[in-house]
């Protein structure tokens, strides 16, 4: 394996951190277009440099996460 590439045990942690379900909570003024923005994100999928535990920088693909959830929480009124 070439020097600074991924370990393949480094790969598959960041394949289980996929796996892990996104909880992303609304704005505190009860608004939900912050949270639809990040769930959207969060499903995308993204590259970026990283670090490996060994010090070697590396590029991580992820392929979005497609289990997210809203909290709803605050707002200007009660929530029924």
Same mark, same amino acid.
Request: with cysteine; charged share 15%; hydrophobic share 45%.
């Given at each position: 394996?070439?020097?600074?590439?991924? &370990?393949?045990?480094?790969? @598959?942690? /960041?394949?289980?951190?996929?796996?892990?379900? *996104?909880?992303?909570?609304?704005? %505190?003024?009860? %608004?939900?277009?912050?949270?639809?923005? @990040?769930? &959207?994100?969060?499903?995308?999928?993204?590259?970026?440099? *990283? +670090? %490996?535990? /060994?010090?070697?920088?590396?590029? +991580?693909? %992820?392929?979005? &996460?497609?289990?997210?959830?809203?909290?709803?929480?605050?707002?200007? @009124?009660?929530?029924?």
């Amino acid at each position: 394996m070439a020097r600074g590439l991924l &370990n393949p045990r480094f790969i @598959a942690n /960041w394949r289980l951190a996929s796996l892990v379900r *996104s909880v992303l909570k609304n704005g %505190t003024d009860g %608004t939900i277009k912050v949270a639809i923005d @990040a769930i &959207n994100a969060a499903g995308a999928p993204h590259c970026f440099l *990283s +670090v %490996t535990k /060994w010090g070697h920088s590396a590029i +991580v693909n %992820t392929s979005g &996460n497609g289990d997210c959830h809203i909290i709803l929480r605050g707002g200007k @009124a009660p929530k029924l």
